[in-house]
């Protein structure tokens, strides 16, 4: 395939580097020795280690990101999806979105090829994730070369996490150095000429006596894909460093550099209210005109420090720079007779400087006959972005053509492309500030009955400079965000819990650009969820759960029927559904992972002359279901089935284009060499079925791929 990508400097420096990364990379989800001895060590209650030397695990007890402590996901009163770094390894998962696939009520929008966009509980976000509790929003395609796991926390989440999180935040959980010994590596090729290489190596520092260790996590992956003129070329590498400062204080810091080139592919138009008919690998535009590059650099200092008698501080510092730029050559809309394809073009570049700080009080005490953990917390930051955006005019310099025709039986154009700012493109200069306060208590009423009361206030301002005219705008906006929760345990292994919970999305947006003269003294957008549900710990380790959900949007902004000279807030849209979760080992041999959900969500206000009262949100299937299930036959040979099904859904929210219901099955085969050595196949799309994946717009839809195959050699060292 041709190559649209240029190769990265920093690597083409040092390939030196690049060969020792590829020799020495490891399994994301290999296990350390410390895991793999503690494994062994079941064998003396009778167990039988089965499949590897270790025993994947596809399910997690606690989290400390739903509450900022840690407590059991059964104590939680909030529906909390958590993909383990061993589900994604034996899935041989490569980018953040590949773990949305299987939690139930997450799906994935297009991101015009450029960004991750998921979608939950019928909205879509570009900037509510989150690196181990704090906020990582610009927009990029993330990896999960460095991830213990990932965490889906749906509903709004404003209490703990901030503005933002109207359907749910996204939480990478990152491996860090704990003194023990980290040596596995794996090496990845197959399909779409895949070459991908990931590194974890970690050890003890000194005579352990202040646990200290060092940590390094690293990937490099050159790969291709079904797509006519797609490359994509990524590094990144992660040192961690932890010790222990006295008995009751740890640091750990850590430092990441992540690089990711790709071409934006923002797939086929529609015709007739479906996504085009044609070969799944046809590119529509110009693929070599069409690169993205995102480069971020990433610093993190975690102190705590235990005073004892039930007190604990915790403070994480994080300091993240962002260098962002993609431009895209993509489809616009077929002519009404089917002949041509209109092509568009738009280049865009963003970067951000984020600094962050937590500061966490736990305090577990008793009062009033009733156990307490409170937590008592302030959140600072800064955030300073630059934003600019140039049209693409095609032909000869100084041309004013913005779009091109070409044939849909040849949907590509060589036409010379100038990138040159319009006169409505964006040019903006913004400084956002946040200053936070908050205080939560999880109470334990009685044996049976727990309930968490928390609120949060937010002093969120935003600065924003339009560098073309000179114009000034400001938001200033205080927030108020409460949750409440009850959890009543009729046995000591099931919660039957009902949670409120409001999050509010301020008029910047969450790429902080959004401010204009007509919305900037607005109201945020309000977003209320009501939940109820119920959590099963069947075994201690198999869990189930289910939530039932109603999210209403309010404070949207439309323009006044009586005066088009005013905008007015009014209730926007609805969204109501069932979700159900299940993930653990059924036996020693079988392990899975799945969920449902059903869901439905509509327009309650006409907005405009496409998004009309009464029309189902967009990328909302009414139905969505997935399911892996992963068996070990015996030490040697291990076996891995998976299956996928979307629901139609609309591409966007006038409903004029449909994407049919798709539903795919995929594959693994596990091999032990020896002790040190597994041999992995995972097929994607077994059936080598046919569908859409995803979208962006009606006219950028994505195909799902073609079978594919990717073999891995996964060992310690």
Known sequence: MHSALPTPRVLAQSPLTIALLVALSTPAFAADDGEAAKDQAKNLDGVTVVGQRYLPDYSARKTRSATKTDTPLLDVPQAVTVVTDKLIADQAMTGLTDTLRYMPGVGVAQGEGNRDTPVMRGNSTTGDFFVDGVRDDVQYIRDTYNVERVEALKGPNAMIFGRGGTGGVINRVTRQADGASHRSGSVQFGSDSRKRGTLDFGTGIGDGGNNAGFRVNALYEDSESFRDGFELKRYGINPTFGTDLGANTRLNLSYERFHDERVADRGVPSLNGRPLDVDPSTFFGNAAQSPVEATVDAFDAVLEHDFGNGLQLRNHLRW????????????????????????????????????????????????????????????????????????????????????????????????????????????????AKVAAVYLQDQIELSPRWQAILGLRYDDFRVDLHNNRNGTDFRSDDGLLSPRAGLVFKPIDDVSLYASYSKAYQPRAGDQLASLSASNAALDPETFRNREIGAKWDIRPELQASIAVYQLDRGNVAVTDPADATRMILVDGQTAKGVELGVAGRITEAWQLMGGYAYQTGEITTTQSSSTVAGNRLAQLPKHSASLWNRYDFNQTVGVGLGIIHRGAIFANVDNAVTLPAFTRFDAAVYWTLNPAMQLQVNIENLGDKRYFASAHSNNNISPGAPRSAWVSLNYRF
């Open 320 to 431: 993240a720079d962002y260098d962002k730029f993609y431009q895209n050559v993509f489809p616009g809309a077929v002519n009404a007779t089917a002949q041509t394809v209109s092509i568009a073009a738009y280049n865009n570049v963003t970067t951000r400087k984020n600094l962050f700080n937590q500061t966490d009080l736990v305090w577990k005490t008793t009062a009033g006959g009733m156990q307490h953990t409170v937590l008592a917390g302030a959140e600072f930051g800064r955030q300073e972005t630059d934003n600019l955006r140039m049209t693409g005019y095609f032909g000869a310099p100084g041309s004013t053509t913005t779009s091109v025709n070409v044939p849909l039986a040849n949907p590509t154009t060589t036409t010379p492309v100038e990138f040159r700012p319009s006169a409505t493109d964006a040019s903006n200069h913004g400084v």
